[in-house]
């Protein structure tokens, strides 16, 4: 089983970038598919993010493309979120996912394993 631990949360203003981090342990990270998803307060988690376990596939929802890159570094466990010309209503917890059987997907429900999340506040 994997366990998943997010970083790079914070406050920053509106328009300014912030990079996430999500470090993977406990079983082999480069065949595993890997999601990010947000919850905004009072809402429910939705998706941001996937990638492939190799990296050569992405998917992002639309309130993000063009803004958002995610990323893998396999060598290090980790997978990332850059997120560049932020928003007030990007304003959310962050949470990374990982999916060991499967091809990247945009479906909550795909994935069986979440970190604990990191906050991150954009202000207007």
């Known amino acids: 089983q994997v366990q998943l631990v997010e970083s790079g949360g914070g406050l920053v203003q509106a328009g300014g970038s912030l990079r996430l981090s999500c470090a993977a342990s406990g079983r082999t990270f480069s065949s595993i598919a890997m999601g990010w998803f947000r919850q905004a307060p009072g809402k429910e988690r939705e998706f941001v993010a996937t990638i492939s376990w190799r990296g050569f596939r992405t998917d992002y929802a639309d309130s993000v493309k063009g803004r958002f890159t995610i990323s893998r570094d396999n060598a290090k466990n980790t997978v990332y979120l850059q997120m560049n010309s932020l928003k007030p209503e990007d304003t959310a917890v962050y949470f990374c996912?990982?999916?060991?059987?499967?091809?990247?997907?945009?479906?909550?429900?795909?994935?069986?394993?979440w970190g604990q999340g990191t906050q991150v506040t954009v202000s207007s």
């Open positions: 996912a990982a999916r060991p059987n499967g091809g990247h997907s945009s479906v909550e429900v795909a994935y069986d394993t």
